[in-house]
């Protein structure tokens, strides 16, 4: 043993205080004459002061031999509870090796325990036993991180994993801030088998419709060297798309990409799946579900009037004023009977594109608006209306505005688009009836009749607007069709209140009849009423999105989700929120609430947060086997702007999940170590890998002498006895 004496001034300042005070002492001591007594009675008051400011201590060492740190990580993520080939869970067989090793890794190395998960946390051997695997899966880099912070840095580090984590972007600093090599030592079962896995599936989480997109996918092929693995992309059963890869390695990864095609609004389901034969055994197969939400980018409307008018010149203006519409107009300046001196090619008109607009156009649209158009005056083909039927068949938008040409007048009774209107036309050609009226609200719960807070409130908005003027007689009212205003007194031959708005689908399309051409004099409603301002403008946004179908796509969503979420926690899941227009709506314009409710059947609220405008992101954490089931409900202006669900289900890991080697390995090589199953992993070649031990100075104690009271009370002491011997002998 030996022993050090150390000062602690605490900083260059207080050493610097301590030497300017000992220059004037010295100063002082030769400019007065004093007797003897009083200069060392003086030098001992000095002395004292110095060692108050320069805070001696005494160390007691003594030398011994110091081994390197070794830690040891082991993976506490959920799959470590699978038991595979050896008949026991991995994180059991992980303590088991390392209990076994104890002793010969404690002779040769300052040997430190780690239970990882979402961090790490020391532990002791007597706890190994009773380790249970987390709900989170292993983040390597904030384990490395926690272990660094925990003490002295390690001269080496051991994994003990079954690589069932995903490494985050925040790892490679964390290597380079651990700068020693990491050995990983792999848990799970002793045999590879051949499997195929599609590992990830993407694909946007809404797209436009009628737009081309991509749906990648990863597979992962294990021993199957010299196979032919062929992907392929299903929609409804209908294949998409097809990619073949030839597999050269045990172990391989590739990226399968497919175009898709968005064909109808809502939720498009598609299906990925991927086989390969092996030439000993059955042949292996992969299967990956996923959804794409479909949204409009443009509506796209083609508006024919039969004669110019003021309700063809205000619905085009305020179409044409929208920039989601994109609307392609045509008005019947002169009919087939209209005399003309000069022939067409003489006239500015251009002729009536009749073909173009029912065959070659028409399914290019979303919206055909037909308005007081007489079909019998430009003597037009029966195929045309054939047209216009399976235009609506197939998930287009009709409607139809009445006026004293349109109707049985202009040719329509037991044609093809006779059958799909909803209602019967008047057997009479005259069908048309001027005069003003109020029309009455026969459905107010429908959303296009609902422009209002509530159904009350927009009951109140319809019966102050100003009067229509003319009507179109009506036979009846088909069967499946919703009346949704109706004439006040008029009625149908069979009894029924007249329909003048009236709305029906066919096939995947909407048909809407409007029996008036004067919802114009609805503009007029706001010099009397602020309040219906806007209301015209309001009806016929609503009336475009409802028959187009966005009106019922959710403006509330969330992301496509896997039918079986990753063994890893948290579960993220992402929700997006969209204005009117489909384009994102912050946080800062609603009230977002989500809630979750376990297999339990316990609802509980879930928070939320704005990773960008209009995108949430979720995270789920101590999740129970089962269904899980999502709910996400906003609200703006105080009103009820959307919702939808969504469920997954979250399953444990299975015996049979995998030993990610190549994880592993890549892992230990990116820091000079090395990688071997655990059952292969020599303790001995470990340890030789470290530095021997170096002998080293380690101090056994401290005492710190200036921190007792005594330094006061002597230095108070000495100070009044060298007063009473100056104030004796006459000194000042």
């Not at 204005?579 to 297999?599: A, N, Q, S, V």
């Amino acid at each position: 043993m030996s022993h050090r004496l150390l000062f602690d001034a605490g900083s260059w300042e207080w050493g610097l205080a301590a030497a300017a005070l000992l220059v004037l002492a010295g100063a002082w001591w030769v400019s007065r004459d004093l007797p003897l007594r009083l200069r060392i009675l003086r030098s001992v008051v000095l002395a004292l002061l110095a060692c108050v400011l320069l805070k001696p201590s005494l160390d007691t060492l003594e030398d011994r031999s110091a081994k390197p740190r070794l830690a040891a990580l082991m993976d506490m993520g959920p799959s470590m509870r699978a038991e595979d080939d050896y008949g026991a869970p991995r994180l059991k067989r992980a303590a088991r090796w390392l209990k076994e090793n104890q002793r010969a890794l404690e002779s040769r190395a300052d040997l430190s325990l780690y239970a990882a998960s979402g961090g790490a946390r020391r532990v002791s051997f007597e706890e190994l036993e009773r380790l249970a695997p987390a709900s989170a899966s292993l983040d390597p880099a904030a384990a490395i991180n926690d272990l660094l912070d925990s003490g002295p840095p390690p001269a080496r580090v051991l994994l003990l994993s079954d690589g069932a984590f995903e490494p985050a972007d925040s790892l490679e600093p964390a290597l380079s801030r651990l700068g020693v090599p990491l050995d990983a030592a792999g848990v799970g079962p002793r045999e590879v088998r051949p499997g195929l896995s599609i590992s990830a599936a993407q694909a946007p989480d809404f797209v436009f419709q009628h737009g081309r997109f991509i749906i990648s996918a990863a597979l992962e092929a294990t021993e199957l060297p010299g196979s032919i693995i062929r992907a392929r992309l299903f929609k409804r059963d209908k294949p998409v798309g097809e990619a073949e890869f030839v597999v050269a390695k045990p172990f391989e990864v590739f990226q399968a990409s497919f175009t898709a095609e968005a064909e109808s609004l809502g939720r498009e389901s598609y299906r990925i799946t991927a086989s390969a034969v092996v030439s000993r055994g059955p042949s292996v197969e992969a299967v990956r579900d996923l959804q794409v939400e479909v949204i409009r980018q443009k509506y796209r409307i083609m508006y024919l009037a039969g004669r110019p008018s003021f309700e063809y010149s205000h619905l085009r203006d305020h179409l044409k004023s929208d920039p989601n519409h994109e609307l392609v107009s045509f008005v019947i300046l002169r009919n087939p009977e209209n005399y003309s001196p000069v022939t067409d090619n003489e006239l500015s008109l251009i002729p009536f594109p009749a073909q173009e607009i029912f065959v070659k156009d028409l399914f290019q649209f979303d919206l055909f608006i037909l308005e007081n158009f007489s079909y019998t005056r430009f003597s037009l083909p029966t195929l045309y209306l054939q047209n216009v039927r399976r235009f609506v068949a197939e998930g287009g938008a009709l409607l139809l505005i009445g006026g004293s040409n349109a109707f049985t007048k202009g040719g329509y009774q037991g044609t093809p688009l006779e059958d799909i209107l909803p209602v019967g036309l008047w057997p009479d050609p005259d069908d048309y009836r001027p005069g003003l009226f109020a029309p009455v609200v026969s459905a107010p719960a429908n959303p296009l009749i609902t422009l209002g807070e509530s159904p009350e409130a927009s009951s109140e908005l319809w019966r102050q607007l100003p009067p229509l003027d003319g009507w179109v007689r009506l036979a009846s009212l088909r069967p499946g069709s919703s009346v949704l205003l109706r004439h006040p007194t008029e009625k149908t031959p069979a009894g029924e209140p007249l329909p003048v708005v009236a709305l029906r689908e066919f096939g995947k399309g909407k048909v809407l009849l409007v029996g008036t051409d004067s919802t114009w004099r609805w503009k007029l409603a706001g010099g009397r009423d602020w309040r219906l301002a806007s209301f015209y403008g309001r009806f016929w946004n609503r009336a475009v999105e409802y028959l187009t179908g966005s009106l019922d796509l959710k403006k509330v969503k969330f992301s496509p989700l896997p039918d079986r979420m990753p063994v890893r926690e948290p579960a993220t899941l992402t929700l997006r929120v969209f204005d009117e227009h489909f384009r994102p709506l912050p946080g800062t314009e609603i009230d977002l609430r989500t809630f979750w409710t376990p297999p339990d059947g316990r609802q509980r609220a879930v928070a939320s947060f704005e990773r960008e405008p209009g995108l949430f992101q979720i995270e789920l954490t101590d999740l129970a086997e089962g269904t899980h089931r999502m709910r996400a409900a906003a609200r703006r202006r105080g009103q009820l702007w959307g919702e939808d669900e969504a469920e997954f289900r979250w399953e444990k890991p299975k015996g049979e999940a995998p030993l990610d080697r190549k994880r592993l390995k890549s892992l230990a090589e990116r820091t000079g170590g090395r990688y071997a199953d655990l059952d292969r992993f020599d303790a001995k070649t470990l340890l030789a890998s470290l530095a021997p031990a170096r002998r080293e100075r380690v101090a056994l104690s401290r005492r710190a002498a200036w921190a007792s009271p005594l330094w006061l009370f002597a230095l108070a002491g000495v100070l009044i006895f060298e007063w009473l011997l100056r104030r004796r002998g006459g000194y000042l």
